[in-house]
């Protein structure tokens, strides 16, 4: 039997260097091209009915206001296709942090102030929230205006614990700047990541070129939660505008 020690050991060996090249030879290749995944990514994301977003941005001041008193941060909520959304943004105002609530279902919108509450319908008048389209629309959105963009294939990536394109290229803001209100603006250096088993878009990284190349402003958007069943209803009780 001490016989077979040996070969035994040597043909374990082998195996186990056979399993080794074969792990590291089976690493992410991909397969498709820059366009071919976009245009995937602008299916998928066409189907999505419902998606959990953090909306964040960094850089120089940018104000809401007519009086330069208000500054958005971050905006975190839910999308409900075709033009429902629910949130939470969060503003700076005079060095202080308020947090608003807002829930938008067709073309009427509702906020929600710290200490008043209850929720208020916002006039076409005194405002408006970012279009929820923005995520959908297949001419106008965000994805289908990276579909036409002329991105190029950075690699593949771990992102939350999934494999993801990464794409990178320049953007013009185009319908993002009306739909935002005017904070996207110009042209904007792009990074994309889109899940490489479902396309679904992950995460999108927009840095404004034009802004202060010293502080420059950087919009993020990370997408989760794709299809979770979300109801929406106006408030009760709401004061109307």
Known sequence: MKRWIGPALCLLGWLYLLANTACRSASPTPA??????????????????????????????????TARTMMLRRVEGDIVRPNGLRGTARIFTLGMVTEIGVLRIGERTWVAFPGIG???????ERGTVIDPRLFFD????????????????VGVETLEGRPAFHLHGEVPSGPLEEWSLGLIAGRLRADLWVEARTFRILRVRLVERDSDPQDPTVWQITLSDFNRPIELHPPEGSASS
């Not at 209850?118 to 076409?124: G, I, V």
């Not at 965000?142 to 294939?153: F, N, T």
Request: aromatic share 6%.
């Open 118 to 124: 209850r929720w208020e319908e916002l006039s076409p």
């Open 138 to 153: 297949a001419e106008q959105g965000l994805p289908a205006l990276l579909a036409r963009a002329e991105l190029r294939l």
């Open 32 to 65: 498709l091209s820059a366009p071919e995944i976009l245009q995937r990514a602008a299916r998928a994301m066409a189907e999505i009915e419902t998606v959990h977003f953090v909306l964040e941005r960094r850089g120089a001041p940018d104000y809401l206001d």
